[in-house]
Nanobody, 124 residues
Framework: VQLQASGGGLVQAGGSLNLSCASS????????VGWFRQAPGKEREGVSC????????YYADSVKGRFTISKDAAKNTVYLQMNNLKPDDTAVYYC??????????????????WGQGTLVTVSS
């Protein structure tokens, strides 16, 4: 049972990346999935979350209008499309699954499975 985050890399400011979070050993049909990021010296913060159905989404204010979370149920994968990237977006990005409510998606304690993280570096 695991989540695999991928798609990170080095990009210039204003560029785009599409992160993927694939599950193996369990289906995401019954889990909400969140994306988090952790910059050096900072706490891990919630970026976005999507409901198990894929219908409801939440975003941190810092990424609204630039990031889009989506889900492909057939591929058991959640995506985070990141556009107009800024140097402040530089961090290791993690995905995680939860049975908890979307309204508290920033609460790290409610997540049961975590991916290993993928590094996003945005140069100015």
């Amino acid at each position: 049972v695991q989540l695999q985050a991928s798609g990170g890399g080095l990009v210039q400011a204003g560029g785009s990346l599409n992160l993927s979070c694939a599950s193996s050993g369990f289906t995401l049909d019954y889990y909400n999935v969140g994306w988090f990021r952790q910059a050096p010296g900072k706490e891990r913060e919630g970026v976005s979350c999507i409901s198990s159905s894929g219908v409801s989404t939440y975003y941190a204010d810092s990424v609204k209008g630039r990031f889009t979370i989506s889900k492909d149920a057939a591929k058991n994968t959640v995506y985070l499309q990141m556009n107009n990237l800024k140097p402040d977006d530089t961090a290791v990005y993690y995905c995680a699954s939860t049975n908890g409510p979307l309204s508290t998606f920033r609460d790290l304690n409610q997540y049961n499975y975590w991916g290993q993280g993928t590094l996003v570096t945005v140069s100015s």
